[in-house]
């Protein structure tokens, strides 16, 4: 009884929410507009309207119907009809209208009632789409949630009330990277842009120059890095071969695809600048990297007047230079990828330098295209809770005159509430001063139904508790949920969680359509409490247990396990991470791990010593940590030992001779960190703790450059020995190959939990 009076209420909530909106945009006095079945309108969409003002006429017919159920009846000759509706410009006659339609941007368009006409209108057939999009949503109730989901109210009539608005946006070019991203109906429906005008899309060093082709025979055209040229790494821009190179080719694709206006011409995603002693000077010159960068982008530029050339400040070019400016046609794509999102930009100490070089290329330039992160990359399927930062942060960006706004989501992958967020992000890149709660209770309250309250308190939940630790704990974009265990993902708080899930999910059993949307917002709190259970070391909730002195899995916590795979087949929601990892790969490395560790391992952790120092910024507890039956996770900064430049050796010495017949550890693989597996590694033992042979041993090739992060698990069989010591020796590469960006510097071995059996 009490879920069923708290839907009610938050239903209550939602019809008040609407009804105030309505009311504060419209209430002008005079007579109402009413569009209603019965009725004939004059229709006028000019002499010869373009496509898409024929297809704004064919939707507004088209939502008339689905939320009446009766088509629009058109009037013909007779002069009795109901009233007239204009979609577009070119048959408005009212010359003081038309004024204002002409003054509008290409995206902005008018919205007036007045009781006889109503006028739905742009300056051009888009902008005529979204008047209509916005009408629909905004006087008959309807919602577009995402690709291929909507909301249509049923009602016997629209009453639009007396309103004359121009509706402009905030920023000229709008995108939310989110699922959504590719659909017309959506994208139309919450008036964002696409990428239609672009030629090439960032990081197009490679295509523009590629390594295959030149860096054998050039190599002076790449960066010099460490005293050596590397093919991966940026180019020498410092040499004028190179800026003639890039022109040359970025000439031929403008002739291939010559009604592109914007043309990328961008640095790597790396960091590898040139050293040499011509760029280095370039670089005093400008008082940064990126003054170079900028100084490349105005002399292609120069060739191609009709162009935006495109070029990143991210990572170490985001410092704006000093003594140049951006020309006219050249376009600063601005990156925040480094920032902190657990507080708003401007108001975190941490943000600082940041808000100092966005004001600072601002007063360079305001051809920016701002590019955000707005999810957490390495694990989309861990909750997030950033929704407080977004609205500041957008209105921060609109300050400084930021015209371009790209929002990175997930893009085609499901992140932690992404239907959410991929709305509530699309409306505020038209208009950041809306109401940013009622957005949410507006789509929480339609899209979950009978489960909103408890969708929406899962949502308070995770936010009140990263607020409240928002000034100690960044909410990084490559964090992983044990981040967050003493924060917003404590046991406590993720089993408050659950709870509220378990609740939505019975609010929704008679209802397969918002069951669906229920399951799926529950797939980042069931792996926050799998990886919860799994790392932090907890007893209270472990995939461990212990009876009888032994160590058993939890059939509870592989149950969960299980139904979290589950849910995954059934939702359709395939990757955890940027790089694909998959939910039955996940569940594939949780039970490997858990495997080992109620294996009995004869290797405790006062028995192990490291023979070679573990680098200090990665020795964790020191070498006790490899047998202390928490695991390193799928990133370095997360329970491993790390080793740089230095083989691995390890003793394991135990108090009396104990039988041993096999040993196994894991290696982590990271060759963007300059992580890489071991060459060889060889197990020897010792019965008197003086003689060693050796038992087993293993090489293992090293693959060329790949970007994913994966916990390598390795075991060695050998015939049953008598051991009082054992050593493992694991073979580093101790330098990146020639092929690797980091080529002649010094590479790591990362290890961690070590059994013996």
């Known amino acids: 009884m ?45 002499e010869e309207p373009d496509s898409l003002t024929l297809k704004a006429v ?28 204009f979609i577009g410009r070119s048959g408005i006659t009212d010359s003081t209208i038309l004024k204002e339609v002409n003054g509008l941007s290409k995206d902005g368009f008018l919205v007036v009632s007045d009781g006889n006409k109503l006028i739905l209108a ?7 789409l979204y008047a209509v999009y916005a009408f629909l949503e905004e006087f008959a109730g309807c919602l577009r949630f995402t690709s291929d989901e909507e909301y249509i109210p049923q009602a016997r009539r629209i009453e639009i009330p007396p309103v004359h608005r121009v509706s402009e946006p905030a920023f000229s070019f709008r995108v939310a990277h989110f699922p959504g991203r590719n659909s017309i109906p959506f994208t139309d429906w919450n008036r964002l842009s696409t ?23 050039h190599p002076e055209y790449f960066s010099l890095v460490n005293g050596r040229r590397i093919r991966d790494g940026q180019l020498c821009l410092s040499n004028p071969e190179v800026i003639s190179i890039l022109t040359e080719n970025l000439g031929k694709l403008i002739a291939e695809d010559p009604d592109k206006t914007y043309w990328s011409v961008s640095q790597n995603d790396c960091i590898n600048y040139c050293e040499c002693d011509d760029c280095k000077k370039l670089y005093e010159k400008y008082g940064s990297v990126s003054g170079v960068y ?40 601005f990156c925040s990828i480094e920032c902190n999102r657990s507080m708003p930009l401007a108001d975190d100490p941490r943000s600082a330098g940041f808000v100092k070089d966005l004001s600072d290329w601002s007063r360079l330039t305001h051809n920016i ?53 991929q709305y509530y992000i699309s409306k505020l890149l038209w208009n950041p001063d809306l109401d940013g709660d009622s957005l949410i209770n507006r789509f929480i309250g339609t899209y979950y139904g009978a489960a909103a309250p408890f969708i929406r308190k899962y949502f308070d939940l995770s936010h009140d508790a990263m607020q409240k630790a928002a000034a100690r704990q960044n909410l990084d974009i490559y964090g992983l949920p044990s981040y967050y265990f003493s924060t917003f993902l404590t046991r406590d708080l993720v089993s408050q969680y659950r709870d509220q899930m378990d609740m939505a999910e019975q609010a929704a059993a008679n209802d397969s359509t918002i069951l669906s949307r229920v399951l ?202 008598a051991a009082s010591k054992i050593r493992i020796t694991a073979v580093s590469l101790k330098k990146c190959p020639e092929w690797h960006r980091g080529a002649g510097m010094p590479s790591w071995i990362f290890c961690d939990e070590i059994l013996v059996e």
């Open 520 to 721: 799926r917002a529950r797939m980042p709190v069931d792996f926050a409490w799998l990886d919860y259970a799994l790392n932090a070391g907890d007893s209270a909730l472990s995939f461990i247990t212990y009876s009888g002195g032994e160590k058993k899995l939890n059939e509870g916590m592989i149950e969960s396990l299980d139904r979290f795979v589950e849910n995954s087949e059934k939702t359709g929601i395939e990757t955890i991470s940027e790089h694909g990892y998959t939910v039955k790969e996940y569940r594939d490395h949780v039970m490997r791990l858990t495997g080992m560790a109620i294996r009995n391992n004869k290797a405790r952790p006062e028995y192990i010593r490291s023979l070679t120092p573990i680098d200090p910024g990665y020795a964790d507890m020191g070498a006790a940590c490899l047998a202390d039956g928490i695991f390193g996770g799928r990133t370095f900064s997360s329970g491993w030992l790390g080793y740089q430049g230095e083989d691995m050796i390890l003793e394991i010495s135990t108090p009396s001779p104990v039988n041993v017949s096999r040993v196994s550890m894991n290696f982590l693989c990271d060759h963007v960190s300059w992580i890489f597996l071991p060459e060889e590694v060889k197990i020897e033992v010792s019965a008197d703790g003086r003689n060693f042979i050796a038992v087993a041993s293993r090489k293992y090739p090293t693959i060329r450059f790949d970007q994913d992060i994966t916990p390598v698990y390795m075991q060695f069989d050998f015939p049953q020995t």
């Open 369 to 421: 295209f701002m590019w955000d992160y707005v999810v957490q990359f390495r694990t989309y399927l861990s909750p997030f809770p950033n929704f407080r930062t977004i609205q500041p942060n957008i209105q921060l960006f609109r300050q400084y005159g930021i015209p371009m706004m790209f929002q990175q989501g997930s893009g085609g992958s499901w992140s932690d509430l992404t239907e959410l967020k």
């Open 122 to 128: 742009g300056n051009n057939g888009q902008s005529d």
């Open 294 to 333: 900028v100084e490349m982008a105005n002399r292609i530029a120069e060739k191609f007047p009709e162009r935006q050339i495109s070029t990143l400040a991210y990572q170490f070019t985001r410092q704006a230079p000093r003594n140049i400016v951006p020309a006219s046609n050249v376009n600063i794509m």
């Open 195 to 217: 990428f239609d005008d672009w030629g090439m899309f960032v990081h197009t060093f490679p295509r523009l120059l590629p390594p295959s082709e030149y860096f054998a025979s």
């Open 58 to 85: 064919s939707e507004l017919e088209k939502y008339f119907y689905l939320v009446t159920s009766e088509p629009l009846l058109k009037a013909g000759d007779e002069a009795k009809n109901h009233g007239t509706i």
């Open 2 to 46: 009490k879920a069923r009076n708290q839907v009610s209420g938050w239903l209550r909530l939602i019809t008040l929410i609407l009804t105030v909106n309505a009311i504060t945009v419209s209430c002008t006095g005079g007579k109402k507009f009413i569009l209603q079945p019965g009725h004939k309108y004059h229709i006028v969409a000019g």
